[in-house]
């Protein structure tokens, strides 16, 4: 089994979980446990693995990023966890309800008020205007109009879209349409999102502004996300922490420093290979422990190693880093530098 990361608070939590497409499920089950490969299963049964016993926790207010190629799972894992698919074996839990065993009335009332879920293809009704596009969930939950609409054009102000609620969705541009589905999954006030790959279809410019209004959005309201992903540039900018995906499992699970610095796997390494280093990794990750003797010069735990170096090759006696209050945390130096950047 995938090892379970366990996170203070938690507010999601996949446990074993395993989805197989076709029709001899169990005998699939069997040989995977029996070590059989993709290919092997596949031949024998005509069943595909497209999730193999994964197990993660996301903990409230955190993004964890799930990242892989093309047939990973990564998608599959997300509607899984989102019960848009049903699981083949394992439990999904959220706020330590399993949502694998609720009944369909049960679990519908969960989708509506505590889950929302945002895709590459936006999936707006063209016949209806912004303002009913976002308030369509608050309409299936039976919410009166004045009082959808009311929340709705709140939304609709903290997406940026103020004056656009009166048009249709084929009146706005790409990235103003993907900001009415972030609009609509924020108007119900869900606990938590799921993101399949929500920005992949846009621009890069607009991309890269999709991707700082959900960091905006998620310092203001804090929502659990689940954001899947096969840009690792887009992982490292989003993810409190980011899992890599290969063939149906979870190869590494981490925050951008721990798999741009200790790679687990040949795959992961891949990954990060070409990500500037000294642009993502911070003090915080490269410091020694705080010696005897103070040092003149002092650097945030949070500064990049990018900025530190004019400073290192100017002179080179170590800095003392420190935390929010001012207190010494570790030293850097040129040779903890150099190695990382090697």
Known sequence: MTPLHAVADTSLSVSGVWKVFGHKPDKALELARGGSSRAEILGATGCTIGIRDVSFEVGKGETFVVM?????????LVRCAARLTDVTEGAVR????????????ALREVRRRKLSMVFQHFGLFPHRRVIDNVAYGLEVQGVPRHERHAKAMEVIEVVGLSGWDHHYPQQLSGGMQQRVGLAR??????????????????????????QDELIRLQHEMKRTIVFITHDFAEAIKLGD????????VFDQVGTAAELISKPATDYVREFTEDVPKAKVLIALDVMGPVTDGANRRTVASGATVESLVPALLDD??????????????GVVDRAAVARVLA
């Open 241 to 248: 922490r980011i899992a890599i995906m290969k063939d149906g």
């Open 94 to 105: 959220l706020d330590g309800e399993d949502l694998t065993t609720m009944s369909d009335d």
């Open 185 to 210: 999954a924020l108007a119900v006030d869900p606990e938590v999102m799921f993101f399949d790959e929500p920005f992949s279809a846009l621009d890069p410019l607009i991309r890269r502004d999709m």
């Open 316 to 329: 080179d006696e170590p800095i003392t880093v420190v935390d929010d209050t001012g207190t010494a945390v």
């Open 68 to 76: 892989g190629l093309s047939g990973s799972g990564k998608s599959t």
